[in-house]
């Protein structure tokens, strides 16, 4: 099983930008897709992004596209969300997740693997 662990989260005004990063343990011959998931308090967790290590193909939801992009360096092992034009709901604990399926998947139970999460806070 591969371990995950996030970094980058931070707090930051509307209109700003952070840089999460998730590093794995394990090769990326254990998975082959991952993606960042993120819960707000009161909220359910949300898929954000996801990426299919092995031909790169990514995907992400409809309230991020064109501020957030989801990326990979397979030789570090690293997971990247790069988040621009934040606004106050994007305010979440962000994760990021492994699967071993191989299509690109965004429902919480088809991962197996999940980091212990970072803080991301936006004022307005």
């Known amino acids: 099983q591969v371990q995950l662990q996030e970094s980058g989260g931070g707090s930051v005004q509307a209109g700003g930008s952070l840089k999460l990063s998730c590093a794995a343990s394990?090769?990326?011959?254990?998975?082959?897709?991952m993606a960042w998931f993120r819960q707000a308090p009161g909220k359910e967790r949300e898929g954000v992004a996801t990426i299919h290590v092995r031909d790169g193909h990514t995907y992400v939801v409809d309230s991020v596209k064109g501020r957030f992009t989801i990326s990979r360096d397979n030789v570090k092992n690293t997971l990247y969300l790069q988040m621009n034009s934040l606004k106050p709901e994007d305010t979440a604990m962000y994760y990021c997740a492994a699967s071993a399926r191989p299509d690109l998947t965004l429902i919480a139970s088809h991962f197996y693997s999940w980091g212990q999460g970072t803080q991301v806070t936006v004022s307005s």
């Open positions: 394990a090769n990326r011959h254990n998975y082959f897709s």
